[in-house]
Every structure is written in C-alpha cells, then in structure tokens.
C-alpha cells in the first residue's frame, strides 16, 4: 500500500501544482487523508451473517424494548415468514392487484423490493422481496439519530464518558437495505435478475429496446421449409415442379411445338417432384455485454455506492430481461486506477478508498472491447456509477476516452450520486456538460444526476432516462 | 393448530393452582395450542388472532424502515392472547420444566390482561370470537365489492394508530351521573364555554349563583337559576333545544368523527364502508394497552415466573437448567433496554421498598443516605403493594413514578451514548450518564407515542374542508407517509383535507460560548427551528405551505 499512496501523493502535487480551486483542494486532500484499503469486508456468501450471539456486549444495543417477544425469549420461536413459493405465485396478483390500484385512482403500493444479496459467483441472481409500506401518520426520529447520539439503557461498570464498546458504521453482512428484519431467518424470496427484469418492464413500463442490432450465431437453430428436395419431402413445390417436368420433357423430346403444349401427354419421372423440406437454419441473435463502472473512491462512502449499485442490479436485471438471458456483464472498479473484478459480489462489496480518476474505468473498458473484439459480437453498454468527484477536473482525459467509446457502444449511462446540496454540479457533470456531448451524441450517452434521498421510485426513473431510447431534454 | 396433551395440560392446571394460591386472578378457563412454524406464518401477519380479518397486505413483507414500533397495532408477536379464554402458542418439544416456567410466565400475562385497567374496555368480550364475526362480514363485504372493501381496509389502517384509546378508557371508567341535569351540563359546558365564551370571573359567579339558588330551594332552585338565564341570553332555549336536537357524542377520534360526520360515508350506498372502519378501529383499541404496558406486562410475567418456579415442587433438580434460561432472559444487557430485565427489576425493588414501609412520606422526608439505607418499619406490605400496581399503573406511570437514583445505583444502571468515529469509521458506545433523570428521560422517550392529531371544527367549517392538527410535540411527521394518508382520509371524508404539523427548518449543534471551535460533535445541545406548515389533500394532489 505504501507504494501506492506514494503515488497518490505524487498525482496530488502535480495536480496541485496545476492548480486547483480551494474547494476542489480540500476534497481531494480529504480523501487522500481517509485513507483505507479496497478489501471486501464482507464474509463470503453462505458464511453465517447472524449478529454475534450474547457474549457481544452490543447484539442488542439496537433493539427496541418492543423487540423482544416471548416466542422469541422464551419459546425460541423466529417470526415467520411466506416461503418462496408462495411468495412466488402471489407476486404476479400483487402486481395485477397494483396495476387495477392505478386504473382506480390510487398510487401503486407494491415495491420490487430491494433485492441486493448477490453470493460469490453466482451471477445473475437477486434476491426480490415484494414489499409495501402502510402509511400513517407517524412521528419521525431520524432526526435526532443523525446528529445527536442514538440512546439507550446500559449495565454495569464504567465512567461516565468511558467507551464500552463500537461497531462498524456499514453494517457487515451485506445485507441489502430494508430487507425487512434481516438475519431473522430464510424470508427472502430468491428469484432471478430475469424476473425483476420483467417486473420492472411490465410493473414500471420501462421501453423496450427498439434495435439491438442481431449480431452473433448461437449454437440455435429454427426449422424452416426452406430447403428443397428431389422425390420426397413435406411440402410439394408446384412451380418448381412443373419446370423439371418440362425439363424432362424437352430433353426426351416430346415438346416439339413450345407455343402448344399438351400437359396431359407430359412424361413425368419419380425424380421431378421438387419438394420443401425442414431444415436447420442457424439462427442469429442479439446480445448484449455490460460494463459496470463504480467509483469506489474514499469519497463514495455509504449512500452514494449504495444507490449506485442498486441502481446497476437494476439495469442489469432490464438488459437480461431485453436480451432474452443473452447478457454478459463485467465489473469494474475505479478510484485513480481501474481494475477488473471476477464477479458482482466483489464489485459490490469492496470497500471505498483512495482518490478519483474517472478516465481510467473508460480506459480500461476501450482497451478490454479492443483487445477481445467485443464489438463484432456484442451490443455493448457501459454504465458508470460515481459521486461526481474526479481528479481531473476539466475533464482532459475522461472526454477523449469517452468520445472514443462512443464510436462502439449502444449506450453510455453515466449516474453521479450527489452528496450533499451541491449547487454547483459536480466536476463530472460539469465537464460532461462542457463538452456537449450529451446533447450531441444524446442517442449514446446519458446522464442521471440522483440527490441524497434517493427512493426506488427515482432510481427506475433514472434508468428510464438511462436507456430510453426517446430523446430527452438535457 | 392443535391443543397441547392431556399431559402437559396437567402440568397447566398444576402452575394455574400454585398460581392463584399465590394471589393471581384469572379466569379458570385457558387455551393452550402448539403451534408449527407453518402456522405462524398464518398468525403473525395476522398480530397472532386466528380470526382476524384477511387483508392482501398480510401476504406481503411490510418495510418498516421507519419508526418501525410507531406503526403499532400491527405488529405485535406475542404467546399469549388476551381473549376469553385466554389463549397461548407453544412449540411441541419443550421438557416439562421448561414448560412449568413458561405457563407461569403465560398465566402471569394473563392475570395482567384480566386486571390491569388499562385493559378494561377488553374485558366485556372475547376478541377472538368478534374477530371471527368481523372476518365474516368483511368476507361477505369482499364478495359483493371486490376490492374496494380493501381500500376502505387499507385508508381506515393508515389512521388507525390516531384511536382515541384514553378517551375510550375514560369514558368507562367514569361514574354514571353526576346527579346534574343535561341543561345545567350544556349551560356550564358548552354554552358559557363554547358559546359565549364567558371569562372566567362570569363563569365562576354562575357556578356561585347556581350553588346559592340549589341551597336556598333544593327542589326548584335550578328552575330559579335558569329563570334569570332566560332573560340574560333570551337566545339560550333555543340553541339548547337546537342542541338537544342534533345532540352528537363528540367523537373520540378521527375515525369515529368520520363514522358519524362524513358526507361519503353516510351516503346510502357508502353505508357498507361504515362497518369495515368500525372493524378496523376496534381492532386497534382491542391492541393499545399491550404496547403501553409492554415494561410492566412482561417485567410482571418475569417476576411471577422466577418467583413461582423456585417454590415449585415438581421441578426438583432443574434448577441449574432453568438459571440458565432465565437470566437468557432477564438478565440486563450491557447495552440494551430489556423491558423483561427492567420490567422484574422494578418489581422486586419496589416489593422490597414496601416490605420495609419505604412508600411512606415518613421515608421520602428523611435526606441522610445511612438512614435510608437502614430505614425499616417491617411493614410488609411489599406484595400487596405491586399487586395494586399491576392493577392502576402503565408503563409510563410505572416507570416516572418508581424508577429512581437508588435502583439506578443498586443496578449499575446508565445510559448508553452513541457517537461517530469519522476516522475510523465506527460508532463508539460509551457511558453517557448515570442521573436518574437522564435515564429516565431516555427511557420514557422510547416508549410508544403516536402523534397527537386532532380534529380542528373551526377551521373546519369552510367548503367541507376537514381540518387536521398535529399538536406540536417536538417531534416531526414522517414525510413520505403523509401523501397517502391524507388521500384515504379525503378519500373516507369525501372532500378536501388539511393538516396542520410542524418541520424542522434548521438544525444545528448548540454553540457554547466562548469556545471558539462550536460544539465538540455529539454534543447533545441541538438548536432546532421548527416552522409551522401545512398540508393540503385536495383531488388527491397533495400541496405544502408553510404558515
């Protein structure tokens, strides 16, 4: 690691030494002072994610007095909850149930649910919970939480003022916010990317692609009449017929006169009858190679990585869906340098730290497409995900790379997940602003901009605008 | 779902025996079901009553991410139900000394149930029977409307959390008649009060003309009284009789304000609706004392439990198995509020004050710390007083009036602070406090509370318009659950809705003067400027203005 925060520090003299407006200065100072390292903190999927049992002083600093109950204190009876199944099956009546809400005048209830709980290697799977809220008018705390400390009872020694113990900020596990209870037992339903796929489609009328461009053999065949056959087959072909028999006819010399042909007195051979047979055709398919983009950047901490990733599980649920399962997707992660991760797990939990160079994600992206000749197979999409921030702040590096990516993909969506108020846009918006390409090349790259208070809502209205095809006012 | 053996109900009526020797009451008559984990996927959606009705929202996982206890009554996972007869849930492969302490603990429950007055307006009916009742009519409902009983369902569950509980208790818990006449109640109550708008000096003198007119004639003194009324407010006959007329029970809550008051509802066909609301109301009154009692109620179960086990006879060489148990369950977390650990706690410390006579005013006088700890006048009476505790007291009442310095000291209680470690990215706990007033405001301020919304008739009067207030609490309203709320409140009241609640419009640390650097973070000192506004539901657009 010393090696490469000599590096970091180097980058961040010469870019001083360029100039910076204070501002951007002390960003970039602030994460060069976070700090850390990109492990995955999260034990590896199956592992047992339970919180640590009575002998953790804080199992339990979380729990409300309302949370415990007798069947779990003193029957050892968890909450229960609908198996998969039956969740399965109810979930196309909630959505129908959701559609008839709209058609009487009411909001939609039904959420997909928020669904990250992808395992190591096991790509394409995502965990739905169909859920919904039940609105009432109830006092809000949060925000006492934020900024004042969270309260609660304790026992036994200390000073006042004595610390008794800490936990993680991100909570460990991977648990995907809002899961309900969490950890209190299998309750999920499990279902496929594809699914969500085609709720999100169907549930939340996202487009439908128009063109993706039919591009690779596949080992598929369809069974057409379109090859021909002398003697038997399924289907006669008359007009193919009728011409060997003339044909045949001619050469034996029976026609003398062509201006009178007298078809009863033809000689017809076993061999004249052409017909249409079945045959294998190989069949040519579009598909489809993502590229998902994160800054994990010091700066991306909480919120902005967790929309971002939601907001890729998504999209890359609606491709699936578009692609008929003909989807092949590649992680990577950026903060100065971009690296290429095995699968979503990693991509999704590895922890932020460093600076930002958002160029170098693009880059690696031209390079993997050059290097493996990914356009004449694949339609190619790139999604980015990122807080805004970036080291190169005129966006000297990040538009060449981009305009070059340009001339090869079906769609660049870049997301910049805001922390705080930021009038002023970030320095990605900025530049990508400056450099006109989202009005000039709208049909490729586009640009959602999220706030802080993000719903689920939002987010699938950001891939709407991510991947429609209509043109949108920039 | 089936009933526990003959075997094990044995060992029930065995515990309800030692049980009631010991002082509980309770209806002999219980029901004891073991219970699958396939059947409580049935029953928790269901907030454990076999019967209640079927709402499609009990299929799904509900988020609770916020104020999850503040969406109360429909998340309550208990064993035991408060119905006639009593029913309980058990897992089928408890031993026999296991069991011994749960049916204490269960039947303990119960005795809270079918004593303590906060439960009152539960004791005239079996729940579980009504539920069935409702279920069929709801069912019924559901065939002839399809899914817009649902709707009513769901728009009568978004305010049923604003039920007029206390109001309810304390309609039953007053005496029948106070011996007045209903002209003098509306002369005194509302017409000097509401119509008049008397000052008090006037309003005291009528009180002392009326006592003088009563002493000088008992028989015909309020006659008298009224005489001279008459030609004070020559209008009071008339607005009396007008009341007399369209005389209402002023509503307890919203909902029942919308039962009585709504044009929608009242509408021939919108009839139907009015019992799907009346269901659901019920419901949730049938639920407010469980959750206002949870500390007492399970600090009680705990008490009995422990207590009876020890004396139990039949459960001679369990006892090490059972230590372990039960300080799994009443032990005191390190961090933590566990109300069965706070709740049994209290009990024996106030047992043991009363024992030693300390519930005195003889004792509450003297300052010298020796004496106090010496203190005994062998009273004994300690039992006898939780018992009436357990009867009067909820956990606020419970915890205010009883949970003091010397129990904080006797226990090692404090109370537990969280901060943010920026650097290295981890919430510190640490010991904030150890005053019992802090610990109580902590505690008191994690009880169950939802908001105080009252309907406001002045503001009401203009174009049908419902006028709502959220009375300021310090507290703000979740956002986001506002816009559906109020549509299924304009939805059930049939014209536009107003709610009058207050926001934070900044918030900052204290700044402490003469520190140059503001406050250290995590400094409890928080300046918040609220600001009043205003919502309004109007052709289910919800706009917001501030006032």
Redesign the interface.
Known sequence: MGGMDDNLHRLFSALKARGLTPAQEQKFQAELDAGGRHDTTHPPAGADTRPAG?HD?????E???????????????A?????YE?CLR?IDE?LE?DR?REK????RK??V?RLIKPGRGTRGKVVV????????????????ES????????????????????????PEGGEG??A?EGQSGP?ELESNAYDLGKILTEQFQLPNLKNKGKKRSLTRYTYELTDKNRGFGQLLDKKATLRRILETNLTLGRISDVSDIDPSQFLIGPGDKVYRILSREKDFESQAMVFFLRDYSASM?GKPTELVVAQHVLIYAWLLYQYEGQVESRFILHDTDATEVEDFYTYYNSRVAGGTKVASAFRLVNEIVEKEDLVRDYNIYVFHGTDGDDWDTEGDESIPVIEQMLTYVNRVGITIAQQGSGTDGTEVEKYLKKSGLLEKRQDLLRLDILGEDT?ETRLIEGIRRLISEEPIKV | MELIDQHTKSIMEGCKRRAQDAGLRFQDETLEYIVTNRDLLELAPKVMIPTLYDYWVHDVEVLREKGKYELYPHNPYETVINTRPAISFYNDNNPDWLNVMIFYHVLAHVDFFQNNLFFKHTWEYDFAGQALSDKRIIARLRAEKGRWVDYIIEFARGVDNLVGYHSELSQMSRPFDTGLSSQVNYYFDVFLQTEKRVKINTYVQEIERYNRCLASDHRQGEKTFFAVVDKKYPEFKAVYGKYLAERRVPPRDLMQFLLKNSPFLNKGQNKWMQAVIEVVRNTSLFFQPQIRTKIMNEGWASYWHETLFLQDDRIKGHEVDFARVNSAVTAMPRVGMNPYAMGMRLFYYIEELGNKGKHSIAFRQIRDAHQRKTFDLGTGDGRQFIFKLRENLNDFLFINAFLDQDFMNRHNLFVVGRRMNQERMVWEYYVKSRKVEDYRKMLLDSLYHPPHIVIDPQKSETNGTLYLDHRFEEKPLVKDYIANTMLGIEFLWGSPVQLETSEIESIEPVKKDGDSNGAEPGSDELDIKWRRVRYTMKDKKLTRENL
Do not use: C, M
């Not at chain 1, 002083?57 to 600093?61: E, F, H, I, Q, S």
């Not at chain 1, 729990?63 to 009876?77: F, K």
């Not at chain 1, 909450?79 to 198996?83: D, G, H, K, L």
């Open positions: 009575p002083p804080l199992a339990r600093a729990w409300s007095l309302y949370r415990y109950t007798d069947p779990d204190q003193l029957l050892d009876l909450p229960a909850r609908p198996s039956v109810s909630l149930r008839l009487d005048g009411f909001p039904i959420r649910g919970v169909p859920t919904t809220v039940e609105e009432k008018f109830v006092h809000d705390t949060s925000f006492k900024l004042e400390e969270g309260q609660t009872g304790g026992t036994g020694e200390g000073e006042e003022g004595e610390i008794i113990g800490e936990r993680p900020v991100r916010s809002g309900g309750h901490a719903d």
